[in-house]
Nanobody
Framework: QVQLVESGGGLVQAGGSLRLSCAAS????????MGWFRQAPGKEREFVAR????????YYADSVKGRFTISRDYAKNTMYLQMNSLKPEDTAVYYC???????????????????WGQGTQVTVSS
């Protein structure tokens, strides 16, 4: 079992920055892929970014590419999402997730992830 705890959400003005953290515990997951998803009110949960725990290769949704950076601290078992140039449309609950099976695919589908955090609210005011 893997436990994921997000932190770092809050209220920020458009153009500002926030850094989300996701602390993982419970198992070793050297083969895992971890990702960030978000869900805005009235909308479906959507992929934001993911990182392979070993190797650190990343993939981003087009909507955040160039503004958000996903990273991980291998020693701390923690994943981060640095969000810059935030827009009101980035407002959502942000969830971190872990996939216990790593494939060669993009791995942006919700069903590919086995474990989820409780979410952290990010609100961007205009």
């Amino acid at each position: 079992q893997v436990q994921l705890v997000e932190s770092g959400g809050g209220l920020v003005q458009a153009g500002g920055s926030l850094r989300l953290s996701c602390a993982a515990s419970g198992r070793t997951f050297s083969s895992y892929v971890m990702g960030w998803f978000r869900q805005a009110p009235g909308k479906e949960r959507e992929f934001v970014a993911r990182i392979r725990w070993i190797g650190g290769t990343t993939y981003y949704a087009d909507s955040v590419k160039g503004r958000f950076t996903i990273s991980r601290d291998y020693a701390k078992n923690t994943m981060y999402l640095q969000m810059n140039s935030l827009k009101p449309e980035d407002t959502a609950v942000y969830y971190c997730a872990a996939a216990s099976r790593s494939t060669s695919g993009i791995m942006r589908a919700l069903v590919e992830y086995d474990y989820w955090g409780q979410g952290t609210q990010v609100t961007v005011s205009s």
